[in-house]
């Protein structure tokens, strides 16, 4: 039984209430979608930023940091944003979060919208920046990867991105110290193997947005089709493992609600 005083739980139920009531209330749409929009430029200028600037600087900007700046950028942005939007900052998981009936389908459009203008205002201040170097940090199949292998690949690696998100996250929001190691150590680690065979992206906007603006959308396809596909595998597999979505079971089962005076109940 827990050992937080009935009356305590029941205030941070309240205060739950009151912070999904915001998070659902269609006024601050605007608000959400400007966090989204943000929250993706920042990611894509670290992601495709980390690329470009190892090649600008000779490689003093290493393999190592290259897959671990991007996990730290989502652990941030889940930190200052996560109650606002839900930092999906991807439009696999925005799509991972409607399939699984926490989040609403008639807000999928606005967010993937906000996602891309994110990505592709990131991939245009490093084009004006750097020019075309490094590919504006493009993700791409690695030399002897063949499309099919690529493709594969990208659907391995959101699938696991995909679970762990649901896992850990809050409803349809990604907050909390579960959800901010949990995703971005996640990332880290898809890249720490696999950013030579794909470049790890799990992310359509990320690859999107760079392909667009150097003209060449040749393999495109493989990092739209690929995490889309994933986030669908990732969803079944999140039933299989813990049955119908629910927003109380979700945080029942991470062991937090949000409370009046310290923010967490454990």
């Given at each position: ?9 029941f ?44 090649a ?11 897959v ?33 009936g ?10 993937v ?10 991939a ?74 794909t ?11 760079p ?56």
């Amino acid at each position: 039984m827990s050992s937080v005083p009935r009356k305590k739980r029941f205030h941070s139920y309240r205060a739950h209430e009151r912070v999904e009531d915001d998070f659902l209330d269609s006024s601050r749409e605007w608000r959400r979608m400007f966090s989204e929009c943000w929250g993706t430029f920042l990611l894509v200028v670290v992601a495709a930023g980390a690329h470009v600037v190892a090649a600008q600087s000779n490689g003093k900007v290493t393999l190592d940091m290259i897959v671990v700046a991007p996990g730290l950028m989502v652990m941030a942005i889940i930190y200052f944003m996560g109650t606002v939007s839900g930092a999906h900052l991807n439009p696999a998981v925005t799509l991972a979060f409607a399939l699984r009936g926490n989040f609403p389908w008639r807000r999928v459009p606005g967010y993937v919208f906000s996602q891309l203008a994110g990505a592709i205002a990131a991939a245009l201040f490093l084009r004006v920046m750097f020019g075309k170097t490094g590919n504006i940090g493009a993700t791409i199949p690695g030399e002897g990867i063949s499309n099919l292998q690529a493709f594969l690949m990208e659907v391995l690696l959101t699938t696991g991105l995909i679970n762990t998100i649901l896992g850990t996250a809050s409803g349809a929001r990604n907050i909390g110290t579960n959800g901010a190691l949990a995703i971005g150590g996640y990332i880290a680690l898809a890249g720490l193997w696999a950013e030579p065979i794909t470049g790890a992206s799990m992310n359509p906007a990320r690859s999107l947005g760079p392909d667009l603006l150097r003209g060449d959308l040749a393999t495109t396809w493989i990092y739209i089709v690929g995490p889309l596909a994933g986030a669908l595998i990732g969803v079944v597999f999140e039933r299989i493992l813990k049955g119908p979505a629910t927003v109380m079971g979700t945080i029942t089962a991470q062991g937090t609600l949000d409370d009046d005076d310290n923010g967490r109940v454990t």
